[in-house]
């Protein structure tokens, strides 16, 4: 069973980091592009990094850059999201999703998704 599974969210202050995994079951990561979007209650999902089968990375939203970083480790079969510097529009559902090919910032043209890990940044 192909199956995608975020964790590592929960509640931060701001300032603080966490760390979203992102793990695949049923099949190995190596051979996709791998995105993390976010998605906030009544908008659209976002495209916030990619990481490609290279390992090279395109951010899509300015406010991480430099703050969230994207790696994979194919031995493990997972891809991470490290997020620094927290701040509270960062709270949002962070999902993971794989795409055959070249990374995109466009939710739609990504294959298998989790079901997403809720990340709260309050005081």
């Known amino acids: 069973q192909v199956q995608l599974v975020e964790s590592g969210g929960g509640l931060v202050q701001p300032g603080g980091s966490l760390r979203l995994s992102c793990a695949a079951s049923?099949?190995?990561?190596?051979?996709?592009?791998i995105g993390w979007f976010r998605q906030a209650p009544g908008k659209e999902r976002e495209g916030v990094v990619c990481?490609?089968?290279?390992?090279?990375?395109?951010y899509y939203t300015d406010s991480v850059t430099g703050r969230f970083t994207i790696s994979r480790d194919n031995a493990k079969n997972a891809v991470y999201l490290q997020m620094n510097s927290l701040k509270f529009e960062d709270t949002v559902v962070y999902y993971c999703?794989?795409?055959?090919?070249?990374?995109?910032?466009?939710?739609?043209?990504?294959?298998?998704w989790g079901q997403g890990t809720q990340v709260t940044v309050s005081s």
């Open positions: 049923g099949f190995t990561l190596d051979s996709y592009a």
């Open positions: 990481i490609r089968i290279s390992g090279s990375t395109t």
């Open positions: 999703a794989t795409r055959i090919g070249l990374c995109s910032e466009h939710f739609r043209r990504y294959d298998y």
